[in-house]
T-cell receptor, first 112, second 114 residues
Framework: DTEVTQTPKHLVMGMTNKKSLKCEQH?????MYWYKQKAKKPPELMFV???????INESVPSRFSPECPNSSLLNLHLHALQPEDSALYLC???????????FGPGTRLLVL | AQSVTQLGSHVSVSEGALVLLRCNYS??????LFWYVQYPNQGLQLLLK??????LVKGINGFEAEFKKSETSFHLTKPSAHMSDAAEYFC????????????FGGGTRVLVKP
């Protein structure tokens, strides 16, 4: 099973709202990732968790707050977003190191 | 630093014709290379990967890619295009020194004409 699930599929939020994106995998992977993808562009790495610890933060604004409660779950908490944050947010997981990353279907976020 | 360049942001092929998507990488050490496909409104699906074993790599859906160190290339091919191959294709690279960081090329959108 190489499935990564993400909820919700779509999310519309105002600039003052607080919302969370969720990602789950049951492949025993100990590395999990958040990517942001704008239309017609490649995914851009936001955060990497390795063994439930944040290992890479690509200078992401603090209005995005990641959380890894356990080895199977990854959350992205959103607060006071801007319209330019509207994008497809992709979660991925892998074994730590130079291993294949498996992607979820993404959450399409619209900030009004 | 690692980087990936995909030549051609759009490729149009006829059904049954050869599909050739170009990818060149920049790395001072041996890289790991990947091709992913993204269908509309979906996530990325792994097509194939090169991890320093065989230089000719076979993937899913009839795709294959050849690693050429002398040309720093990892081009993706499929002998006969199918309508279902219409999608966005991304080449990506990672290095041992970069940890888990995957760097993507700009992507190539494939259009298949009947």
């Amino acid at each position: 099973d190489t499935e990564v699930t993400q909820t919700p599929k779509h999310l519309v939020m105002g600039m003052t709202n607080k919302k969370s994106l969720k990602c789950e995998q049951h492949m025993g992977h100990r590395a999990m990732y958040w990517y942001k993808q704008k239309a017609k562009k490649p995914p851009e790495l936001m955060f990497v968790y390795s063994y439930e610890k944040l290992s890479i933060n690509e200078s992401v604004p603090s209005r995005f707050s990641p959380e890894c409660p356990n080895s199977s779950l990854l959350n992205l908490h959103l607060h006071a977003l801007q319209p330019e944050d509207s994008a497809l947010y992709l979660c991925a997981s892998s074994h730590p190191g130079l291993e294949t990353q498996y992607f979820g279907p993404g959450t399409r976020l619209l900030v009004l | 630093a690692q980087s990936v360049t995909q030549l051609g942001s759009h490729v149009s092929v006829s059904e049954g014709a050869l599909v050739l998507l170009r990818c060149n990488y920049s790395s001072s050490v041996p890289p790991y290379l990947f091709w992913y496909v993204q269908y509309p409104n979906q996530g990325l699906q792994l097509l194939l990967k090169y991890t320093s074993a065989a230089t000719l790599v076979k993937g899913i859906n009839g795709f294959e890619a050849e690693f050429k160190k002398s040309e720093t290339s990892f081009h993706l091919t499929k002998p006969s295009a199918h309508m279902s191959d219409a999608a966005e294709y991304f080449c990506a690279v990672t290095l041992k020194a970069a940890g888990n960081k995957l760097t993507f090329g700009g992507g190539t959108r494939v259009l298949v004409k009947p």
